[in-house]
């Protein structure tokens, strides 16, 4: 699978750990797949998450 930008992948977020500076987050896309980013903990704050 290629992805860009300008993708975008439906997904449910099943889990958020936040650690001291980052945050990973589970992403189910498609069941039982999961896809995990890691954004800052700052960011993830932002986002609600």
Known sequence: M????RNQLEGKIVSVDKGAVMANIKIEVT??????A???KESAEKLGL
């Open 38 to 40: 890691v954004i800052t």
């Open 31 to 36: 069941e039982p797949n999961t896809i995990t």
């Open 2 to 5: 290629k992805l860009s930008a």
